[in-house]
């Protein structure tokens, strides 16, 4: 182990810490984009073969398959992705030592957010005069963040063990913190 007394490299590492979080919920929207499921198996070969969807967008009536309106759909599910993921990572953010399952869910006013912001999202996504506007498309359920779950289960694990090894990792000397809580904490 190494134990920094530099402020400006624990600074450093910590934000490499807070970053990696950041991109673990990136990586969790992009998974959407290149993972299809056929007959129950992944696959991720002749994305590009021929198109098996047969669905005519609502907004501009042409096909979606290889037309600007897939784009427009896979802009409409990384949207809802982010604010999936967003949810679970105000969950584990709640405390900064604790596990999220001993504090629980008594604050009223974090429902009220996460109604306000799906519903937000429902709103940008289903009504037609903000599809014009803004460019989004309707999508089916798993399209609605679905993608980001593996993702958001990976960031709580991950959160978690950090929450751990801040609680029960020994410390050198009773007056320090140990390394997790002096790297990790802020």
């Known amino acids: 182990c190494f134990f920094f007394n530099d402020t400006a490299t624990t ?3 910590t934000e490499q810490i807070v970053g990696s979080v950041r991109c673990v919920q990136e990586t969790g929207t992009w998974g959407m984009f290149f993972l299809q499921c056929q007959d129950g198996k992944l696959v991720t070969e002749d994305m590009f073969d021929q198109c098996r969807l047969k669905q005519i967008s609502p907004i501009s009536h042409q096909p979606v398959c290889f037309t600007t309106e897939a784009l427009k759909y896979a802009q409409t599910g990384f949207f809802f992705s982010i604010v999936i993921c967003q949810i679970a990572n105000q969950i584990v953010c709640k405390q900064r030592k604790l596990s999220f399952m001993y504090q629980g869910f008594r604050n009223l006013f974090m429902f009220y957010g996460w109604a306000q912001e799906l519903v937000l999202s429902l709103l940008l996504a289903f009504v037609i005069p903000f599809n014009n506007v803004l460019g989004t498309r ?4 798993l ?4 993608p980001a779950l593996v993702m958001i289960v990976f960031l709580i ?3 978690e063990m950090k929450k751990y090894l801040i609680r029960n990792y020994p410390k050198k000397t009773e007056e320090k913190f140990n390394w997790f809580e002096r790297n990790c904490l802020w």
């Open 11 to 13: 600074e450093i590492y």
């Open 138 to 141: 309707d999508v089916t359920f």
């Open 143 to 146: 399209h609605f963040g679905t």
């Open 157 to 159: 694990i991950f959160d």
